[in-house]
């Protein structure tokens, strides 16, 4: 679904990725982990048409997206999620969804709006109250659910589980592995914290300082002992 071939990004002048070469297979969830500061996030907005690119290319089904601007990579069936700013808090829930639906017909609206709330009772219990008003984790989901009304191929979730309790980072990440097995969606998961998103990853990639350390079987990440203890603070 997603190719980076020989991909150097950053902002403006400045050079954040180096050389990625990297591929998200249709149907699976490929997790980037690695350190602060390392570049997943810039990764994510070179898919998106965010950052800078200064060589290589971006491919989005066989298609070359390099450079397009975000509003024609959503268009192709692309959802974003960042990992801030992505609620209206003043917004009810309900409106929240319905905005982030607005280039739909009223009857895939409707369609849209009973799938989320399908998968996500929660939200459905609150589509009256103001996003604002919503816990860490519920405002994740709300996030991930305003991601499927644009009726996406493949979703770019950045840091969905930063900073939530426990158990709404296992009920997160079971909504992930949702996406993948019942909606068929293709799924890069960008994460900091790195053992629970490389146990749901079907491929994994290791991101340090701008390039690709590692690429290939999770399991195998994690009981990589220089890298988790290194990189991913697993001892």
Same mark, same amino acid.
Do not use: R
């Given at each position: 679904m997603i190719k980076l071939r020989e991909l150097t990004s950053g902002y403006g002048k400045l050079k954040v $990725?180096? +050389?990625? +070469?990297m591929e998200a297979e249709s149907g699976r969830i490929t997790v980037v982990v690695g350190p602060n500061g390392a570049g997943k996030t810039t990764l994510l907005n070179s898919i998106t048409g965010l950052a800078t690119i200064h060589s290589g290319k971006v491919y989005f089904q066989d298609i070359d997206v390099t450079g397009l601007p975000p509003h024609k990579v959503s268009r192709l069936g $692309? #959802?974003? =999620?960042?990992?801030?700013?992505? @609620?209206? #808090? +003043?917004l009810t829930v309900e409106e929240n969804l319905r905005v982030a639906g607005?280039? $739909?017909d009223q009857k895939e609206l409707l369609d849209r709006l009973e799938l989320v709330f399908g998968m996500f009772p929660v939200l459905k219990n609150f589509k009256a109250r103001r996003a604002g008003t919503l816990s860490g984790g519920e405002r994740r989901m709300l996030a991930i659910g305003m991601g499927l009304m644009k009726k996406p /191929? =493949?979703? !770019? $979730?950045d840091e969905v589980?930063?900073? !939530?309790?426990?158990?709404? @980072? /296992? /009920?997160v990440l079971e909504k992930v592995v949702e996406l993948r097995d019942e909606l068929k969606i293709s799924v890069i998961l960008v994460e900091q914290y790195a053992i629970r998103a490389l146990q749901i990853a079907d491929k994994a990639y290791l991101l340090v300082s701008g390039t690709i350390r590692y690429e290939g079987n999770p399991q195998d990440l994690l009981s990589h002992r220089e890298f988790s203890k290194l990189y991913l603070g697993i001892s």
């Open positions: $990725l180096f +050389n990625i +070469n $692309l #959802s974003y =999620v960042p990992q801030m700013g992505n @609620v209206f #808090s +003043n607005y280039m $739909l /191929k =493949v979703m !770019l $979730l589980t930063t900073d !939530l309790a426990p158990i709404y @980072v /296992k /009920k």
